[in-house]
């Protein structure tokens, strides 16, 4: 077989200890092998990037096992090409699974360029990344302790929620405060909604009524104060995003056009893909790394059903939120939602939707350009006469109608 790299290295790392087999060239021909363990920590990690300096080494592989890659990664990166490969993708033989084994059948797959890397963002990236993922973190924190504000109230037989769309409002949180002190009634509780709430002071007044005991104001009163100190975090991390986001500013505000992304989509697909697009051999490419592309599952000639595959999780949901919130619009993304929810379900048209985004998304980035809305009748405009007579047909027929064509003679 091929030698494509011949001073190489494969990594076995672990939480303590990461395992090292070198592959050099020897004298006699052939190659030779050098095995060594070294410490996770950071001073005998540099111990091991001189080690594998001195055997000339130039290419480096390891698995991605969770968080413990990353220290490797930071200290071996500014000085060796080093690869970061799928487990799934290199397992050993099984019964012959050693730390040392792994090791070495991870260096001699690298060797032969056997070894598919996975996609590494350059720094700058990495730490944009780094902050717009945890601030989605701490936005899901929010929305627990929100959630459990509401298993409360609902134990207490109040039905806030019944009435207003979101009870941390402003005129929500001020009766949640109101509740917690308990020296009002449904009432004057009522009294204390603003602005478009004012409007449904009687079903207030009803929701209102319940019966709070004092455990309860005392748990709400703890998730209400967690809660705003969610949300300082949130905003702290938001002035921080905007610091980091400046190199990539003009790729968010590009993909900020596109029905159903909003800036904060835009800058999830913009940390997720980045901005430099030669990456990806294609935007078909970019769509099965983001897990919204199908499978291939075919056997004995036969192409048999697969989901889509997995891949990168942020992008993929951000992207399927981005879809519902197009079909909600009045644009192309809106009119291919439809067309596909009809005959494949709602899930499936958001997958496709969310293809779709990311599809446009690589081609405004590559081609620096912002978005072209098609319309909503692009369908209607480019279907076939004899297609759209037999959709139009069966609608009729769906409602209850026999329908008996019959061509009408146009005037010259």
Known sequence: MQVVYTHCAGLDVHKKTVTACVITPNQKGGTKREIRTFETHTNSLL????????????HVAMESTGE?????????????????????????VPGRKTDVKDSQWLAELLQHGLLRPSFI????QRNLRDLVR???????????????????????????????????????????????????????????????????????????????????????AQLLSQIESVEQVIKQFDSQIEEYC?????????????PGVARQAALVIVCEIGIDM???KSAAHLAAWAGLAPGNFESAGKRLSSGTRKGNRSLRTILVQAAHAAARTN?????????????????????????SILVIAYHLIQRNTPYSELGASYF????????KKKRLIKQLEQLGYQVNLEPVSVAS
């Open 47 to 58: 111990n091991m990037l001189d080690w594998l300096l001195s055997f000339a080494c130039t």
């Open 68 to 92: 413990y890659w990353r220290p490797v990664f930071n200290i071996l990166e500014s000085s060796l090409e080093v690869m970061l490969v799928n487990a799934r993708h290199v397992k050993n």
């Open 121 to 124: 963002p350059p720094l700058p």
């Open 134 to 220: 945890h601030r989605s973190n701490f936005v899901r924190e929010r929305s627990n302790l929100v959630n459990r504000i509401q298993k409360v109230l609902e134990a207490a037989n109040i039905k806030l929620a019944s009435v207003a769309t979101d009870i941390m409002g402003v005129s929500g949180r001020a009766m949640l405060k109101a509740i917690i002190a308990g020296d009002k009634n449904p009432e004057e509780m009522a009294n204390l909604a603003v602005a478009q709430m004012r409007s449904k002071q009687e079903q207030l007044k009803q929701a209102l009524v319940g019966r709070t005991q004092p455990h309860q104001r005392f748990i709400l």
């Open 246 to 258: 400046h190199p990539f500013n003009q790729a968010v505000q590009l993909l900020d056009t596109i």
């Open 278 to 280: 030669s990456r990806f």
């Open 331 to 355: 644009t192309y993304l809106a009119a291919q939602f439809r067309r596909l929810s009809a005959r494949r379900g709602a899930k499936r048209a958001a997958i496709a939707v969310a293809h």
């Open 380 to 387: 209607e405009r480019h279907e076939k006469t004899h297609l």
